[in-house]
């Protein structure tokens, strides 16, 4: 496939994710560099059915490189799963003059795209942004870093109340499918144990080691845990059973929810996004479509939407290994 690319819609879709603005500010200043037209595309998918768009221009970015959240709106769009909301999306951004599009989001937001592409032939290119860090084909997304920086953050204040009351906390973390962010948070706040969907440790096994660590000497712990974990029917039942089985702990429960989404970025997820998306601008120049910009190692790379929406992201093995070691 080869078009001549004359102007470029970008959309962020999904959850949120720290980096986001930093993603539209490079795909559009990128678009300016280069000489063609950038459109906002306002609420995702949604707001390409309702033809919600605007002209972006180098200005037009200022001063959002720092900004948590996306300035385009993100919103799931359930008229978009079907084709005639589709043929809407097409029909606007036809309108529009937009002939290819940046779809900043995770793989719920690639299916998207890779449907619409073989529907209409419109060039597509995506940008991983989800902080569960779950997408196949790239080391980081956007927006894992800064979660990352914020669980640790928090639970560094926690671990302060918990060794001031001898008291056990559950640290729930997002993670439903993944558990990268409790992973390295846990080995990052110095967990006692880490609770995640891919590794089951099982109740005794936790009760065992929450035994040992109470005859080690500590007064205090602290378990993450991945909302996605197996190991109770949630956090709270899981509270009640250890609690009931170890009297001698008191027990509390910190969900941390949403608050992991929010905040500045980083530096890192702000370098990666404005990599990501000068590649991403380019990509679609070279006349390249459905790949997903994404870095291993330090090296910025191309994989198939497909393979990115279809693969799985792995948990690294060795962590798993350093934070038991960790946790003695």
Known sequence: MSKTIKKIGVLTSGGDAPGMNAAIRSVVRTCAYHNIGCVGIYRGYQGMIEGDFKEMGPRSVNNIVNKGGTILKSARSREFMTPEGRKKAFDNIKKAEIDSLVVIGGDGSFTGAEVFNSEFDIPVIGIPGTIDNDIFGTS???????ALNTVIDVIDKIRDTASSHNRLFFVEVMGRDAGHIALNAGIGAGAEEILIPESDLGL???L??????????KSSSIVVIAEGDKIGKNVFELKDYVESN????????????HMQRGGAPSCFDRVLASRLGV???????????????GILGDKITLTPLEQA????????????????????
Do not use: Q
């Open 140 to 146: 980081f997304t956007l927006g894992y870093d800064t």
């Open 204 to 206: 005794e096994r936790l």
């Open 208 to 217: 065992d080691s929450l035994k040992k660590s109470k005859l080690s000497g």
């Open 246 to 257: 170890l009297p001698e702990y008191d027990v509390r429960v910190s969900v941390l929810g």
């Open 279 to 293: 590649r991403a601008v380019e990509t679609l120049l070279e006349g390249k479509s459905n790949f997903m910009v």
């Open 309 to 328: 929406i279809k693969g799985h992201s792995e948990i690294d093995r060795e962590l798993l290994r350093v934070s038991e070691i960790m946790s003695i």
